[in-house]
């Protein structure tokens, strides 16, 4: 397996969908502070199922 092919399927499992909403979940319980383009978890939940 390639350096390049590792990384893929390294990105591939963090990209996951299922990664990406436990990572949502886990800054939703804590409250998170916006991220760096000044949204807000709610504001982004809100478009959340249209992305």
């Known amino acids: 397996m390639t350096?390049?092919?590792e990384n893929q399927a390294i990105f591939e499992?963090?990209?996951s969908e299922?990664?990406?909403l436990e990572g949502?979940?886990?800054v939703k319980r804590n409250k998170g502070a916006p991220g760096?383009?000044?949204k807000?978890?709610?504001e982004?939940?809100?478009v959340l199922h249209a992305e």
């Open 40 to 42: 807000t978890i709610e």
């Open 18 to 20: 299922v990664s990406l």
């Open 13 to 15: 499992q963090i990209a």
């Open 3 to 5: 350096l390049y092919e």
């Open 24 to 26: 949502f979940i886990a």
């Open 44 to 46: 982004f939940e809100c």
């Open 36 to 38: 760096v383009d000044g």
